[in-house]
C-alpha cells in the first residue's frame, strides 16, 4: 500500500493479495501482526474499528439500495453528500496498520466527519466478521482528482441511461426511461464523443464509435436545423477526428458537411434555418422568411475547419460571405446585432431589440474565436467583437442590489430591462478568452464581475441551480439580487456558467472557481440525477422539495457541461490547451490554424 499523499489521507485496509476470500491465511497473518502491537495500539485500532462497524452497519443498507445493488465485494468509495458510488479501480492489497496508528488522530477527525455526513469519500464495504471486515478509508485520491473521478462517474451515470433507454436515439427521457427525437441522428451519442475521449472513458468511446461506424448514416429524408446540427453533429466529429486522428470521424464530417450546403442556396446568400439532409432542399421556418442572426453567424468555425481539412473553399467562403454581409449591415447599435436577419433581403429585421442572450448570444463568441482560429489576422472580425464589448458595456451593463453585482440587461427600443439569460454566462468566459489572447486586461476584470453575477444565480437559488432567465433587482434595500418569474424556473442542464468558470480557472488559477463548479455539480446530483440512469432537465429551480423534473437530459449536457466541469477540474494546462485549441459554442475543440499557413 502506498504511504497516504497527505496526513487526513489514511487507509486502513485489512486484505490478502490473492483476493477477498482465502480466509485462513490472512487470517493467520493479521492475527501475527495483531499480536505484535502494544496495548495502546490494539485500544486505539479497535476502537476505530468499532467506530467504522457501526458506521458502516448504519449507512450501508441506504447506500447500497441507492447506488443500485451489489457489485459483489469490488470497493468503492462513496460521496456522501451527493450519494454517489465512485467505484476504485483496483482493490488494495495490502495491510497498513501502521498509517493508522501514526495517523490516528486525523483518522478520528475524518471519522467524526464521515458520521455528521459532511466529509465526501468515506468507504463502505462491511463484512460479518471483525478480521474479514474490510475498510478503506478515504483511499488515495487528492481532492483534485476526486472531483475529476465525480465528473467521470456522472457522465457514467449519463451514459448509462442513455444506453439503456435512447441508444442511437437524439435525446434520453430519463424519468419515462425513453427517448425523443430531433433529427433522428443520435445527437447525445455523437455530442457526447470528444467527452469521451478527454474523460478517458475508453470502453464507452469504443462503443460509440462502433456505433458510427455501422449505423450512423446522414442519407436520410430529415430536416435538420442547420445551426444546431453544425455545432453539435459537424463540430462534434471534426472534433473528435482531431483528438484521436481517426478518419472514420472526418469522413463523416465531410458528409453531413456538404449535405448542409444547399442551406446557402437562398436570394440573400444568408442562410435558411432549415435543410433536408437526404433530399438536399432548404427551407426557413413556416412562419417567416428570417433566420436568427446568432444561427448564421455561429457556424463559421466548423465550415472554415472543413475547408481547410479537405482542401475544398467553398464551405469557408459560404459562411464568410455571411460575415462579410453582416459586419457592413445597417442597424447595429454600438456593435450590438439584432435578433433576425431576412434570408431575401439580407437585412437585418426587429429592429432596436438588443440582447447577449437566446438569438444573438454566439454571434459575439463567434467574432473572437474566428479571430483566434485563423491566426489572428482578420481584424474586421476583431473589430467587430471589440466594438461589440464597447457596446455591451455602455448599453447593457448594470449593478444589482444589495450586492452590486454586474448583469448584462436588455435594450428594447431604449428601455432597459434588467433580464439576463443563462445563455449569457458564456460571457466571462469569451472575455477571458480574449484577455488571455492579447486584448485589454480590462476584458479579464469584466469577466471576473460577471463570473461573480453567474455563480450568484445559481447561489441564490434554493436548489443551488441557475434559472433559465434571471431579473436583477436594482433598487437599493432589495433582499436579493435574482428575481425569477414563475415561467423562468426550469433548469435545461445548461453549461455556460460551467464553461465560464473552466476559462476563468485556466488563466487565474483561482481555486474559488473550481469551488464554485464543485457546489454546482453537486446541485446537479443532487435535484437532476434520476436513480436509473441519466439526468433530467427541472421545472423549478426555486422548490428544493419538488424541483418538477421535465424528463429530458439535454445533449449539450453531455456534449458542453460534463466536458467543462472536467475542464475546470483538471489542473492540466495542456488537456485540450487553449493556445492550441478553441472551443466551438458546444464544446467541441478545434485546432487553431497554424500559422505557417
Ligand atoms: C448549446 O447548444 C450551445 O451552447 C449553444 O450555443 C447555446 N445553447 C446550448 C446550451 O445552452
Known amino acids: 500500500m502506498q504511504p497516504p499523499s497527505r496526513r487526513d489521507f489514511v487507509s486502513l485496509t485489512v486484505t490478502d493479495s490473492g483476493g477477498y476470500t482465502n480466509g485462513k491465511q490472512r487470517r493467520q497473518s493479521c492475527w501475527r501482526k495483531w499480536k505484535q502491537l502494544s496495548r495502546l495500539q490494539r485500544s486505539l485500532i479497535l476502537f476505530v474499528l468499532a467506530l467504522l462497524l457501526i458506521g458502516g452497519i448504519a449507512t450501508y443498507p441506504r447506500l447500497s ?24 479501480p483496483e482493490p488494495p492489497s495490502e495491510v497498513s496498520v501502521t498509517h ?26 462491511a463484512e460479518c466478521s471483525v478480521l474479514d471486515l474490510y475498510f478503506l478509508i478515504n483511499i488515495s485520491l487528492s481532492p483534485a482528482e476526486s472531483r475529476l473521478e465525480a465528473v467521470r462517474e456522472a457522465f457514467r451515470h449519463a451514459w448509462k441511461g442513455y444506453k439503456d433507454f435512447a441508444w442511437g436515439h437524439d435525446e434520453l427521457k430519463p424519468v419515462s426511461k425513453s427517448h425523443s427525437e430531433w433529427f433522428g441522428l443520435g445527437l447525445t451519442l455523437i455530442d457526447a464523443l470528444d467527452t469521451m475521449w478527454i474523460l478517458g472513458l475508453k470502453e464507452e468511446f469504443q462503443e460509440a464509435r462502433e456505433w458510427v461506424d455501422k449505423e450512423l448514416s446522414f442519407n436520410k429524408n430529415v430536416d435538420v436545423n442547420l445551426f444546431e446540427s453544425t455545432i453539435r453533429i459537424l463540430g462534434g466529429l471534426l472534433s473528435t477526428y482531431h483528438l484521436t486522428g481517426d478518419v472514420l470521424f472526418l469522413e463523416k464530417a465531410k ?23 437526404g433530399k438536399g432542399t432548404a427551407h426557413p421556418p413556416r412562419w417567416t422568411s428570417d433566420s436568427t442572426v446568432a444561427e ?31 459586419h457592413k449591415l445597417e442597424g447595429k447599435q454600438d456593435g450590438l446585432v439584432p435578433m433576425f436577419i431576412n434570408t431575401n433581403s439580407g437585412q437585418f429585421t426587429h429592429l432596436g431589440i438588443y440582447t447577449l442572450g437566446a438569438r444573438a448570444d454566439s454571434y459575439y463568441e463567434y467574432l473572437l474565436k474566428q479571430w483566434i482560429q ?22 447593457l451593463l448594470k449593478k444589482s442590489s444589495p450586492l452590486g453585482l454586474t448583469f448584462v440587461g436588455e435594450l428594447s427600443h431604449g428601455h432597459f430591462s434588467p433580464k439576463m439569460d443563462h445563455l449569457v454566462c458564456f460571457l466571462p468566459g469569451t472575455l477571458a478568452l480574449g484577455a488571455h489572447h492579447g486584448l485589454d486586461a480590462e476584458h479579464m476584470e469584466l469577466a471576473k464581475q460577471l463570473m ?72 446537479f446530483n443532487k435535484y437532476t440525477r434520476v436513480e436509473t440512469g441519466g439526468y433530467t432537465s427541472i421545472n423549478n429551480v426555486r422548490d428544493p422539495k419538488n424541483p418538477s423534473p421535465r424528463d429530458k437530459m439535454e445533449s449539450f449536457f453531455l456534449g458542453e457541461t460534463l466536458k467543462y466541469f472536467y475542464l475546470l477540474f483538471s489542473d492540466d494546462p495542456n488537456l485540450v490547451s487553449l ?19
Open 255 to 277: 458528409d453531413i458537411g456538404s449535405r448542409l450546403m444547399p442551406a446557402f442556396s437562398t436570394p440573400s446568400k444568408i442562410p435558411y434555418s432549415d435543410v433536408n439532409i
Open 65 to 88: 439500495a441507492h447506488s443500485g445493488g451489489s457489485e459483489g465485494k469490488q470497493p468503492f468509495v462513496v460521496d456522501m453528500k451527493n450519494q454517489a458510488r465512485l467505484a476504485l
Open 374 to 395: 485563423g491566426g489572428k489576422k482578420e481584424t474586421e472580425l476583431l473589430e467587430d467583437y471589440l466594438q461589440a464589448v464597447e457596446g455591451v458595456k455602455k448599453n
Open 452 to 523: 461573480e453575477t453567474c455563480y450568484q444565480m445559481y447561489a441564490q437559488m434554493e436548489t443551488g441551480l441557475a434559472p433559465e432567465i434571471a431579473h436583477f433587482n436594482m433598487q437599493t434595500g432589495s433582499a436579493q439580487d435574482v428575481d425569477v418569474k414563475l415561467a423562468d424556473r426550469h433548469n435545461l442542464l445548461r453549461p455556460e456558467t460551467v464553461e465560464s468558470l473552466f476559462y476563468l480557472y485556466r488563466f487565474t488559477k483561482d481555486k474559488k472557481y473550481q469551488n464554485w463548479g464543485w457546489e454546482i455539480l453537486q446541485s
Open 296 to 326: 448564421v453567424t455561429s457556424i463559421q468555425l466548423e465550415f472554415r475547419e472543413l475547408s481547410r481539412l479537405t482542401g475544398d473553399p467553398k464551405y469557408q467562403a459560404a459562411v464568410m460571405e455571411v460575415m462579410r454581409q453582416v
Open 100 to 125: 493508522l496508528l501514526t495517523t490516528s488522530n486525523s483518522v478520528y477527525f475524518h471519522m467524526l466527519s464521515f458520521f455528521d455526513h459532511s466529509w465526501r469519500g468515506a468507504v463502505i464495504e
Open 579 to 597: 493556445d492550441k485549441y478553441v472551443f466551438n459554442t458546444e464544446a467541441h475543440a478545434l485546432p487553431i490554424w497554424p500559422q505557417a499557413e
